[in-house]
């Protein structure tokens, strides 16, 4: 999933959000709550319907934490970001076998 944002406005949006979270709190909190959730779902769903996971190890670590005024989805894994933006070419070596094999 790829999210393309324009900065060039984030002053203003800061100052905006901070008149509306001393205005309305508990809304403001209750949006960043669901937007931080449907954000961690959907990233989980990509991960199934894209053909991603083999274990369920990365959809798994997929989390998120929520905050007065932010919200955070993460993965625990060393190869999230792989996964997520794509490697480049590399080569795959056996470590403890002499060989590679899927069946």
Avoid: C
Avoid at 8 to 34: C, M, T, W, Y
Avoid at 62 to 84: D, L, M, P
Avoid at 91 to 97: F, M, N, P, S, T
């Amino acid at each position: 999933m790829e999210f393309k944002v324009d900065y060039s406005d984030i002053q203003k949006f800061q100052v905006h959000i901070g008149k509306k979270l001393i205005q309305f709190p508990n809304e403001v909190r209750e949006a960043i709550r669901k937007s931080t959730l449907s954000i961690e779902s959907q990233a989980k769903t990509n991960l199934t319907n894209n053909g991603s996971v083999q274990t369920g190890l990365l959809r798994e670590s997929i989390s998120r934490k929520v905050y007065v005024n932010e919200g955070i989805v993460s993965a625990n894994t060393k190869y999230a970001e792989g996964v997520e933006k794509g490697t480049r070419p590399h080569i795959i070596r056996a470590k403890k076998k002499k060989a590679l094999y899927w069946q």
